[in-house]
């Protein structure tokens, strides 16, 4: 029993370790964030961009994340954790947090309407979702910010902000980015009543699919034509929606040979390349669900025409505006799917 | 003491620990062509064929792209995708598997779906949860051996 005790506790020596830093950051972070805070998919966290951000708006920010804007939330996290990831990137800066009251401002959020609108909603956008696709910086491709503009409208960074850091960042603009200072255009008073306005913005609603594919990880139809019949259908179905067809596979190709595939199951590529682009500027991951491709099965004496549930599939990414994307690749694919099969 | 080792022992194997994950992500050091090249070489290894490699950058340097590697593999064991899409054909939008592979300022992220993120919708099936536990393991595995991969 001594010895199964110990055993028990070598398994646990993990839990029982302080947290490792740089190893959380390096498997939780470094993919979006860089290895060395550079940004990519997301925000850069250099020392000029960190010197303005508080040790406890970090750790909100990682347990909260930012629901539809990429960074997911880290809820999963103990606060050692958390607490030793953001030691681990404040040791870049060298130099000590900035720390700010938790206390509210006060302020009048009537008065700060008119002031907001003059002066943030340009970047931020009138209901101050950020304007702009996608989040981060480098990427692969070129970027008009060098960090974009804060969804100031987003839960996590309501929560993840105090309105003493906020009221800092208006006045003193931001590092590493086109934000001016506030300082000579809006007075102490005014810039409490637009962070109080700030406080009563709220996220917008994001749609989600039709309501009978929801909870089901394909659309799925029955075709009453033969299957070379509904292949052919599909594929004009497709160009019909201006889409262009790539040379169809066997969906086991390449996995077997040539001889043993199974010629009763067809994956139909398509794209539209503009469309693609601009959705890979607002999420660079797509490529994990693409290609689109409507798959045609001949089954247990059944033709099925199958295609993932896009809705769902750009929900994976916590990306409102790739979501929203999805809602209409749902529409468009089951007009496709029901056209080849009417 | 015994109480707290087996509490220990629980809290273990119960707590996750990134987040709650829709994603497998991770960011290698090296080039993209390289990390293609390995990963290539990586999958047979966990015993899965790499059905076919697609491009999706063509032209993207027309659209303000910096680097236009942008590729995803897809790669199965015949048998597994023969024996899944004969109960659930629903499944044949995800199958082959897929790695994305992208260049990112002279580093490489590669990109795959949780298969875990799929379970919810076969609550009844043990079996496919179970499959889906397996890939991501493997999926995981490969992509900690990409991370691991140096600058050449």
Redesign the interface.
């Given at each position: 029993?001594k010895h199964f005790?110990w055993l028990?506790?070598l398994?646990?020596m993990?839990?029982?370790a302080a947290p490792d830093g740089k190893a959380l950051y390096?498997?939780?972070c470094?993919?979006?964030h860089?290895?060395q805070g550079?940004g990519?998919?997301g925000l850069p966290l250099t020392p000029e961009i960190l010197s303005q951000l508080s040790d406890a708006y970090i750790a909100k920010t990682i347990r909260h994340?930012r629901p539809g804007r990429i960074m997911?939330?880290?809820?999963?996290?103990s606060l050692a954790q958390v607490n030793a990831i953001v030691r681990y990137v404040r040791s870049w800066t060298g130099k000590p947090a900035p720390v700010f009251q938790a206390a509210k401002i006060k302020g009048d959020a009537a008065k700060g309407k008119p002031l907001y609108e003059k002066h943030c909603v340009r970047c931020h956008g009138k209901d101050g979702s950020g304007e702009g696709p996608g989040t981060g910086v480098?990427?692969?491709?070129?970027r008009t910010f060098m960090v974009m503009p804060a969804a100031l409208n987003n839960s996590g960074f309501q929560k993840s902000a105090s309105d003493a850091m906020i009221r800092d960042i208006v006045a003193s603009g931001r590092k590493s980015s086109d934000m001016p200072s506030f300082k000579s255009k809006l007075s102490d008073e005014d810039i409490a009543h637009v962070v109080t306005y700030l406080r009563t913005l709220k996220p917008p609603v994001i749609k989600q699919g039709m309501e009978e594919w929801r909870?089901?990880?394909?659309y799925?139809m029955e075709s009453p034509y033969d299957f070379e019949t509904t292949v052919e259908n599909v594929k004009q179905a497709l160009t019909g929606a201006n889409f262009r067809i790539f040379p169809q596979?066997y969906?086991?190709?390449?996995?077997?040979d040539e001889f043993s595939v199974?010629t009763r199951?067809v994956?139909i590529r398509f794209c539209n390349?503009k469309e693609?682009?601009h959705l890979?500027?607002i999420d660079?991951?797509l490529?994990?669900?693409?290609?689109c491709?409507i798959?045609v099965?001949a089954?247990n004496g059944k033709v099925?025409v199958?295609?993932?549930n896009v809705a769902h599939l750009a929900?994976?990414?916590?990306n409102q505006e790739l979501s929203e994307v999805g809602v209409l690749m749902e529409e468009i694919i089951l007009t496709v799917m029901e056209e080849a099969t009417l | 003491m015994r109480l707290f080792a087996s509490l220990c022992l629980m809290l273990s194997l119960v707590l996750p620990v990134g987040a709650d994950q829709t994603l497998v992500m991770v960011r290698s050091e090296a080039p993209a062509q390289y990390v293609m090249d390995v990963l290539k070489e990586t999958l047979p290894e966990y015993g899965y064929t790499v059905a076919h490699t697609q491009r999706c950058d063509g032209g993207m340097a027309e659209f303000h792209y910096k680097s236009d590697f942008y590729r995803v593999v897809f790669f199965g064991k015949l048998e597994e995708v023969r024996t899944i899409l004969a109960r659930h054909p629903e499944m044949s939008p995800y199958l082959p598997l897929k790695i994305t592979v992208v260049a990112e300022n002279g580093e490489t992220i590669l990109a795959s779906m949780d298969p875990r993120s799929l379970g919810g919708f076969f609550p009844e099936d043990a079996e496919l949860q179970l499959q889906f536990l397996r890939w991501y393991n493997d999926i995981e595995a490969i992509l900690d051996e990409m991370r691991r991969l140096k600058k050449k």
């Amino acid at each position: 029993m001594k010895h199964f005790n110990w055993l028990l506790l070598l398994f646990c020596m993990p839990l029982l370790a302080a947290p490792d830093g740089k190893a959380l950051y390096e498997n939780n972070c470094s993919s979006c964030h860089h290895s060395q805070g550079k940004g990519g998919i997301g925000l850069p966290l250099t020392p000029e961009i960190l010197s303005q951000l508080s040790d406890a708006y970090i750790a909100k920010t990682i347990r909260h994340g930012r629901p539809g804007r990429i960074m997911p939330s880290f809820e999963q996290l103990s606060l050692a954790q958390v607490n030793a990831i953001v030691r681990y990137v404040r040791s870049w800066t060298g130099k000590p947090a900035p720390v700010f009251q938790a206390a509210k401002i006060k302020g009048d959020a009537a008065k700060g309407k008119p002031l907001y609108e003059k002066h943030c909603v340009r970047c931020h956008g009138k209901d101050g979702s950020g304007e702009g696709p996608g989040t981060g910086v480098t990427m692969s491709r070129e970027r008009t910010f060098m960090v974009m503009p804060a969804a100031l409208n987003n839960s996590g960074f309501q929560k993840s902000a105090s309105d003493a850091m906020i009221r800092d960042i208006v006045a003193s603009g931001r590092k590493s980015s086109d934000m001016p200072s506030f300082k000579s255009k809006l007075s102490d008073e005014d810039i409490a009543h637009v962070v109080t306005y700030l406080r009563t913005l709220k996220p917008p609603v994001i749609k989600q699919g039709m309501e009978e594919w929801r909870g089901k990880p394909a659309y799925i139809m029955e075709s009453p034509y033969d299957f070379e019949t509904t292949v052919e259908n599909v594929k004009q179905a497709l160009t019909g929606a201006n889409f262009r067809i790539f040379p169809q596979r066997y969906l086991e190709q390449g996995l077997v040979d040539e001889f043993s595939v199974n010629t009763r199951q067809v994956s139909i590529r398509f794209c539209n390349f503009k469309e693609l682009y601009h959705l890979l500027n607002i999420d660079p991951r797509l490529g994990t669900v693409l290609p689109c491709r409507i798959n045609v099965m001949a089954q247990n004496g059944k033709v099925l025409v199958i295609s993932a549930n896009v809705a769902h599939l750009a929900t994976l990414f916590n990306n409102q505006e790739l979501s929203e994307v999805g809602v209409l690749m749902e529409e468009i694919i089951l007009t496709v799917m029901e056209e080849a099969t009417l | 003491m015994r109480l707290f080792a087996s509490l220990c022992l629980m809290l273990s194997l119960v707590l996750p620990v990134g987040a709650d994950q829709t994603l497998v992500m991770v960011r290698s050091e090296a080039p993209a062509q390289y990390v293609m090249d390995v990963l290539k070489e990586t999958l047979p290894e966990y015993g899965y064929t790499v059905a076919h490699t697609q491009r999706c950058d063509g032209g993207m340097a027309e659209f303000h792209y910096k680097s236009d590697f942008y590729r995803v593999v897809f790669f199965g064991k015949l048998e597994e995708v023969r024996t899944i899409l004969a109960r659930h054909p629903e499944m044949s939008p995800y199958l082959p598997l897929k790695i994305t592979v992208v260049a990112e300022n002279g580093e490489t992220i590669l990109a795959s779906m949780d298969p875990r993120s799929l379970g919810g919708f076969f609550p009844e099936d043990a079996e496919l949860q179970l499959q889906f536990l397996r890939w991501y393991n493997d999926i995981e595995a490969i992509l900690d051996e990409m991370r691991r991969l140096k600058k050449k």
